[in-house]
């Protein structure tokens, strides 16, 4: 058959995102990649540059993801297929443009691990990402914060006169377009895909991309590398090259041979091919391979400890086998970031397809020969030259004007081409995308003045023209608390603060005063904090009074700032306050996760830990708990000492006692690294 493109709609059992959290996202999130690099390590020297080339210091402009649950319900999502008639793949393009299923019609095997649900988790930047397929992650070190947004996709025409599927988007990070254009050649095993991600500014601005593909983890599952060593990242936080495949008494090239989650970053040789195999007991599974741009190759693991299992069963639903993830990205690890040029472009292509390896050898004792066996068998599926020779083929297809849209992302880039006149051929960024959010910058754009929407300020633009645009602007509510955030994304708090107070004295409502309170935590001011986080909530409660029955959007703005400020104001020694603040919601809410730890936080500071423990005994799910956050373990035992310290000192006697009379619940284990 005729490689085709073609739409569909795929029925999953998916909990509702909901919507995004009102707070601007002024903090950077939880670091889970801040590394302590042992005085022994002795990096390479391009390596330590990039990890310390221009880290996010937060993810404005966009904002957390953090509205959805763990209800899930039978859900029509929008698909696109490409076929062949030897692989299908499936395109989920509202959800990141993640490749949901690659399946081999001659052998009738899915190749990646499918998830059967759509189950938001906190693994994202933003917040809200789900697991399974193939994903691409642009942006900066983590998961991409458009892991769950629509991209835009089209039918484009393809190198050997076929139709390909684009997908681009404007990601807001770090101000670049990106596309991913997905082919099969006709009678082809193997899916290609073209990556280009394109500066179109006049300075040079950090690029991160991996591509993760999600593999089922089988008790007998290896992976399989051109590599002697690696780079162990664990959730210690500590980065250190170690031996391949043997490390600290285990064979690590299987996922389920290790007891904690962890990352191996592969030293790839120069002049290797860059390639990266799971194969399963019987020597067949999924082969990643590409130009040599894309050099770096990793292996993510869950672990076979209990906390790894438990993130397993979370992210999907009870009897679903487990997974592991094997990545590709233009670094050797994911902590670091590349400069890319004004006006220049990284671009490569990569190939997904099925391999089948003599068993035995794989399996072996014989790392050279069993990574040898794979080389030798992508060598006969997939020639290294054939795979260059398409990459050359790509590149002037990559201008290729769409033929016919399939999906539509979002407006930003259309912001950004009308802003700048940009001319991007082959991703176009139509004014017809624009939309409510990017209307008041447009206003800006064409009047020089950004209007008020209402109680709640609209989403942000904070690169710097916007800024330059803002500081010209006449002074109003939204240009001043806007220009705080341009400015506090700029890294000058101070200039941030001041625009801030003057919003304040433009009746900007609540949200100044949580930046500012914000400010006030960072700079480690927590009394002062406290004070603006119980202003912030006093100022929404007003608002939301005066909305009426009926308003939304001062209701939501309230609940998070209330979420926010009880830890705050708990950490000031206010705990009447913050008990007062929590009682004060709607009795939904506080049946919400997030609601019923803050309860018992509450409580615990009150004296009463073992209402405290009544409350964890009674159950309750955080849908939002984020990747290596341990705050439910730590206040499981901080009630635990209490109970046993009766009124007394908490000692580290109370605390061993706490940890061996008090286990953690299997449903609280979340810990990423050994207790």
Not at 272 to 284: K, Q, Y
Request: aromatic residues 8%.
């Amino acid at each position: 058959m005729a490689t085709s493109v073609r739409r569909t709609t795929l029925t999953l059992p998916a909990a509702p995102l909901g919507p995004d959290n009102p707070l601007p996202a002024l903090r950077a999130g939880h670091d889970l990649h801040r590394i302590e690099v042992p005085q022994d390590a002795e990096l390479p020297a391009d390596m330590a540059r990039q990890i310390g080339y221009r880290p996010l210091r937060t993810i404005l402009p966009t904002r957390m993801r953090d509205g959805y649950g763990r209800t899930r319900r039978s859900t029509d999502l929008d698909a696109l297929v490409i076929e062949n008639d030897r692989l299908r793949a499936t395109v989920l393009p509202g959800l990141g443009g993640r490749v949901h299923s690659l399946y081999h019609k001659p052998t009738g095997r899915e190749l990646l691990y499918r998830n059967p649900v759509v189950q938001p988790a906190a693994f994202a930047l933003n917040g809200a990402w789900f697991s399974g397929g193939i994903e691409w992650n642009v942006g900066a070190t983590g998961h991409t914060t458009l892991a769950c947004a629509p991209l835009h996709a089209a039918r484009v025409p393809a190198p050997d006169g076929g139709e390909m599927l684009r997908l681009w988007e404007w990601e807001r990070l770090r101000d670049l377009p990106f596309q991913v254009d997905l082919w099969l050649p006709e009678g082809s095993d193997f899916l290609y895909v073209g990556v280009r991600i394109r500066n179109p500014h006049h300075h040079a601005v950090p690029v991160y991309w991996w591509s993760n593909i999600a593999v089922p983890e089988a008790a007998g599952s290896r992976v399989l590398v051109p590599a002697d060593e690696a780079w162990h990242f664990g959730y210690e936080r500590t980065l250190r090259r170690v031996p391949v495949p043997e490390y600290d008494g285990a064979d690590r090239t299987y996922p389920l041979r290790s007891e904690f989650p962890a990352d191996y970053f592969y030293e790839v040789p120069d002049g290797a091919r860059r390639w990266i195999a799971s194969l399963d007991e019987d020597g067949r599974g999924l082969v990643q391979t590409s130009t040599d741009a894309l050099r770096g190759r990793k292996l993510f693991l869950w672990g076979a400890g209990r906390a790894g299992r438990r993130w397993q069963q979370w992210l999907t639903e009870p009897g679903t086998g487990g997974y592991a993830e094997i990545q590709a990205g233009l670094a050797r690890t994911q902590l670091e970031h590349l400069p890319l040029d004004g006006g220049g472009a990284f671009s490569w292509l990569e190939a997904y397809g099925p391999l089948t390896a003599d068993p035995a050898t794989v399996h072996g004792t014989d790392w050279a020969a069993a990574r040898g066996a794979v080389a030798t068998r992508l060598a006969e599926a997939l020639p290294r030259a054939r795979v260059d020779a398409a990459y050359a083929a790509w590149l002037p297809y990559a201008d290729q004007e769409p033929k016919e849209s399939l999906a539509t992302g979002s407006g930003w880039g259309a912001l950004e081409a009308a802003r700048a006149g940009l001319d991007l051929p082959g991703t176009p960024f139509d004014a017809a995308t624009l939309g409510p959010e990017q209307e008041p910058w447009l206003t800006l754009l064409r009047t020089g003045d950004l209007p008020a929407r209402g109680p709640v300020p609209g989403a942000a633009s904070t690169a710097a023209p916007w800024r330059d645009l803002l500081e010209s602007a006449p002074p109003g509510p939204a240009t001043e608390y806007h220009l705080g955030l341009a400015q506090w994304h700029a890294g000058d708090r101070a200039q941030a603060v001041r625009s801030w107070e003057r919003a304040l004295r433009h009746d900007a409502g609540a949200l100044p005063l949580y930046c500012l309170a914000v400010a006030e935590s960072m700079a480690g001011e927590p009394v002062r904090a406290a004070d603006r986080y119980a202003e912030a909530c006093a100022a929404a409660a007003e608002a939301a009074a005066a909305e009426g029955p009926d308003g939304r959007a001062g209701r939501a703005v309230h609940s998070a700032l209330v979420r926010e400020a009880v830890p705050a104001l708990l950490a000031a020694g206010r705990t009447e306050h913050a008990a007062e603040l929590l009682a004060g919601l709607p009795q939904a809410e506080l049946a919400d996760g997030r609601c019923r730890l803050l309860t018992a936080q509450v409580l615990l500071a009150q004296g009463r830990p073992a209402e405290a423990r009544a409350v964890f005994e009674a159950g309750f799910e955080l849908a939002g708990l984020r990747e290596g956050d341990e705050t439910l373990s730590d206040t499981w035992y901080a009630i635990a000492e209490r109970l046993l310290a009766a009124g007394g000192p908490v000692t580290d006697r109370v605390r061993a006692r706490a940890r061996s009379e008090h286990p953690l619940p299997g449903r609280y284990e979340y810990r990423m690294r050994p207790a």
